[in-house]
T-cell receptor, first 114, second 114 residues
Framework: ETGVTQSPTHLIKTRGQQVTLRCSSQ?????VSWYQQALGQGPQFIFQ???????GRGNFPPRFSGLQFPNYSSELNVNALELDDSALYLC?????????????FGPGTRLTVT | AQSVTQLDSQVPVFEEAPVELRCNYS??????LFWYVQYPNQGLQLLLK??????LVKGINGFEAEFNKSQTSFHLRKPSVHISDTAEYFC????????????FGKGTRLSVIA
């Protein structure tokens, strides 16, 4: 059984560019949640996908968007990058959307916007 | 407003000494409570959770936490720490009995000194 994987590990982008981050969920999990963790802060919920549909969204602007594929892997897209988007982006997979289901986190993608 | 506060940003402690990491939350609705640990360059790992029932919850690696509803707290404890416990610890809360995404505290950096 493989765990949650994310790619790439690190990424450097310029302000105004667009970025796509990828997450492969743990085998058997149908839910993926994305979080942004700024330096020195706790993770902040961006959105969740359950069976390919968005199932909740945090306080992030529309330029943060996502997808979930039939194999339950997921992408996070960020358009018009801003300096404040520099952070560690974590994805977590689970068996369902509610908090009763344990979330398994990937190692994260470190995004730096210059 | 619903919020999670970790009162200590850093806690240094000597090896084999006891430790308590504090977490308070602000909510008028039922909550589910979690503690996660994050080792350097890794994602988050669930230590323990409180959903219902006994207010004393035991988790992995010898950690335990006690839910105190009147004080809206969920402090994490370990009677004897090891060097390997050095990590960042996050308290997280799902409000309205699990029907909302996890809200994380800012984290407490536990440093175990030999």
């Amino acid at each position: 059984e493989t765990g949650v994987t994310q790619s790439p590990t690190h990424l450097i982008k310029t302000r105004g560019q667009q970025v796509t981050l990828r997450c492969s969920s743990q085998s058997g999990h149908n839910t993926v949640s994305w979080y942004q963790q700024a330096l020195g802060q706790g993770p902040q919920f961006i959105f969740q996908y359950y069976r390919e549909e968005e199932n909740g969204r945090g306080n992030f602007p529309p330029r943060f968007s996502g997808l979930q594929f039939p194999n339950y892997s997921s992408e996070l897209n960020v358009n018009a990058l801003e300096l404040d988007d520099s952070a560690l982006y974590l994805c977590a997979s689970s068996l369902g959307g509610q908090a009763t289901y344990e979330q398994y986190f990937g190692p994260g993608t470190r995004l730096t916007v210059t | 407003a619903q919020s999670v506060t970790q009162l200590d940003s850093q806690v240094p402690v000597f090896e084999e000494a006891p430790v308590e990491l504090r977490c308070n939350y602000s909510s008028s609705v039922s909550v589910y409570l979690f503690w996660y640990v994050q080792y350097p360059n890794q994602g988050l790992q669930l230590l323990l959770k409180y959903l219902s029932g006994s207010t004393l919850v035991k988790g992995i690696n010898g950690f335990e936490a006690e839910f105190n509803k009147s004080q809206t707290s969920f402090h994490l404890r370990k009677p004897s720490v090891h060097i390997s416990d050095t990590a960042e610890y996050f308290c997280a809360v799902s409000f309205n009995s699990g029907n909302t995404p996890l809200v994380f505290g800012k984290g407490t950096r536990l440093s175990v000194i030999a």
